[in-house]
């Protein structure tokens, strides 16, 4: 009898963003973030570990193809590596791109493309020192 | 009043493998398994996170001795180290060695190795980017 | 609507300290810790993983404010940062200073000091292959 | 007699910048830089390993006061660190913010900060697997 | 004026091998590589660090093209990865693959590939414990 | 014709020490090792990168026998492992216990242990942002 193996791969990102809420006056946001609130931007190398989880295929031994995991993963992260977070992310527009609203948004967006019921568990490092995760 | 804490130390042993399924044809083997499916083998650095998990007995601080955990964890991975997986560990025999059997394999013999009830989790590491995972 | 997402952040400090049972006798101390019994002490660069837990507040994005969480901490890690544990800290003055036992005693003054509900998890490294945690 | 001994310590700064050159025209900017060109911008978490030389005095055991060194050194991080290079670092306002220059503009800094004789070798991480050095 | 930098990228493959010399017999064999003369032969994770040098280009500010340096050495990693390198390379059919020829090996290989004058070091690590050099 | 290349190895220890300078006065030791200076010691996991070199042997492909190394680093480190550097390493008992004179301590041992014309390059960690070396 099969047991439920969890499959973690890591992947990594380069962005530039800025931490600044519309709710807040200029006072409270530099209080809140900081050198994060720096107009100009600042950025990050953010890497990812996802985790998926379920019964390995007899016929394979695996839990999911790697070729098909990494595409679909890939494909997301091409949207924002060597991008600007809040300019050209739509989602970051009105929502701050907080290390706790990028997991948010990886999760949404990967929810719905690898079979949402497989997906476990998502970290984010924002530095060596900062990650966030999400998980069922 | 005592609580539940984990312990968790990291192991590791090189090994060869190939990945490929006798329930499968030549080309759909090569198209699963990709570079992983090559008939001469390669090879990995494997690494181990092992977790128990107890309350720490009030006479030594300690859930379990290292002592002893060590040496039925080398004694495991002494059967795997600096080996081929598929010719010369009987279970990969019809068991094809992917990740996610090779750390359910770990998972079988330290369970019956370690008293059971207190190995709490299990991660593998194929590479630095790749892991696999099982616990209660 | 907003769900939990979790922030992790890393510490560390370095400390000197020497396992010994005052409920044990000389040979079986030695059995137990082995070098770790070493009269004269030894020491470690000890390194934390804290986990916190909430929902981002829609104001700022973030679960909890980076400058307070950071204050909290190495405020409490200063009374161990370049320190003899056994000699210094006085929770281990009749306690043994084993990973098991420190991760404990960093919970309890956490749990005291960032407001309880939010702590998550918490991991300790002795040496890069030994961790310890506690978590809800 | 005393021997020639270096000391490293690591410093780390998040910085935001775009690689784009003046003497080229749009399309061979894109061929050259590829993603790094992207006019929105993207960053990096830096680290610095840096080295300075030299005989240990034999008052301290010491080649250089580490307290000393730091201040020197986050003294200049601090002009870099959430910043974006090129619109907030003079120097890169006309110099290309490859790591190239990058670690030749922190030398040419250091040098003159540390009384130069001693500052030995400085390399730059731009990502984990991405690094540029300079030495004597 | 310019200055002489160098540029570090990190590249890697899995391999199988064998440690066994011809010149040897059998009962040496066993007594030089220990578990490494393991007849099935065994594999590791290879990482390596490749170090070119020279003076950035005033154009571009780089060295060299990361384009150009990624695609010579991913076409002659494509030669080993995931391949069993004794019996699939044939630089290694009447040569030992130990480290220290599989390092020489890559060392003479790209010295032909990146025009000679710029490879300035090469590391390779067959663990996390263990590396080979060669440098001018 | 072969050539000259480098092996590193990585070996590890723990042990407790204390800053401080007989031939300063208390307030001078205070303001130069700041916290190192503590009276009751604190401590390091030390990690060491050892590296010799020569020109592979024909018949073993290898430049030195890894368990000849191993046995003569490791009898060297037993000395300083799990131990109170100042009371219980007489070298240190009139030397201060620096990552500088712990590295040349070793270099001196280690150049009487390995004939000495092979032994190349010495880099002691004592945290993971503070390393000293030396080498020829």
């Not at 969890?6 to 209080?31: C, P, Q, V, W």
């Not at 998926?52 to 695996?62: A, E, F, L, N």
Request: glycine letters at 6%.
């Amino acid at each position: 009898m099969a047991i439920t193996v969890s499959l973690t791969r890591i992947y990594s990102f380069s962005a530039a963003h800025r931490l600044n809420s519309e709710t807040l006056d200029e006072r409270k946001n530099i209080e809140v973030y900081d050198k994060c609130n720096n107009p100009q931007g600042h950025g990050h190398n953010y890497k990812i570990e996802l985790t998926v989880t379920g019964r390995p295929d007899p016929d394979t031994g695996m839990i999911i193809s790697r070729t098909l995991l990494d595409k679909k993963v890939k494909s997301l992260l091409h949207k924002l590596n060597y991008k600007h977070l809040d300019n050209e992310v739509s989602y970051f527009k009105d929502k701050i791109s907080s290390g706790e609203n990028i997991v948010q948004y990886l999760w949404d967006q990967l929810d719905t493309h690898i079979g949402g019921k497989m997906l476990y568990h998502l970290k984010l490092w924002e530095t060596n020192n900062n990650s966030f995760e999400l998980g069922r």
